[in-house]
């Protein structure tokens, strides 16, 4: 509530976002009953304020179907992160786990070479399965495909026609493991499908690990 009154007089480029990637104990349906409470305090300060609410379990797209919002407040844009395929775009991230360090997955699959999966991810069924299908599926269907992603955006762009919902693509990187122009070419695959779509969006991030921007050297790294 003080940080609502404080912003209260800003333009109304200025956005309020409810909550960042809500996971693990905030479950989805802590999250749903929480959403019309933060909705009512931003709206006793704000009332027109144009509000960003994320779907539960990370924000990501394919929990939109989870997400419950009040019919009648219609000022909210929803926004969605997008990171697949994780095993691309967070390949070697020090943060995740054993299953997902295996380096060097190029994209679009299958790679010109058989990409060796750690053996932490042979382990694990799903990353297991994954690799089989990324090494050897040819086409629109190997799970690291141009057509992967375009299928993913129509089902976001579905889910905002029935719901009357504005889009925003509010995070999606490739991290630095990655080769760069694997990174460039799948970060210009997903702004295609997203401008196609009529969907706001907002690369992940600046000039960290999964940066645009060098801050060492001043210069933008041509993923932009």
């Known amino acids: 509530q003080e940080y609502m009154g404080h912003y209260k007089n800003r333009p109304e480029t200025v956005l309020f976002e409810a909550y960042n990637e809500p996971h693990d104990k905030f479950s989805a349906e802590k999250y749903n009953s929480a959403v019309p409470q933060i909705i009512r305090i931003i709206r006793e300060t704000n009332p027109k304020r144009t509000i ?82 990324y090494n050897t599926v040819q086409g629109p269907k190997n799970p690291a495909s141009t057509e992967t992603i375009q299928e993913h955006f129509n089902g976001i762009a579905q889910w905002s026609r029935d719901n009357k919902r504005p889009i925003n693509v509010g995070e999606f990187g490739a991290y630095l493991k990655a080769d760069f122009e694997s990174r460039k070419r799948w970060t210009a695959a997903v702004t295609r499908n997203a401008v196609a779509n009529g969907f706001s969006f907002m690369y992940w991030e600046f000039c960290a690990g999964f940066g645009v921007y060098s801050d060492k050297t001043g210069q933008w790294n041509g993923l932009e």
Do not use: C
């Open 52 to 133: 960003v609410i994320e779907p539960p379990n990370w924000g990501g797209f394919s929990q939109l179907g989870q997400l419950s919002l009040p019919v009648k407040d219609r000022n909210i844009i929803v926004s969605v992160h997008y990171y697949e395929p994780h095993l691309f775009t967070h390949q070697g991230a020090e943060w995740n786990g054993p299953e997902v360090q295996t380096v060097g997955v190029y994209w679009p699959g299958p790679p010109p070479k058989k990409v060796e999966p750690v053996s932490a991810a042979n382990n694990v069924e799903w990353t297991r399965n994954w690799f089989n299908q």
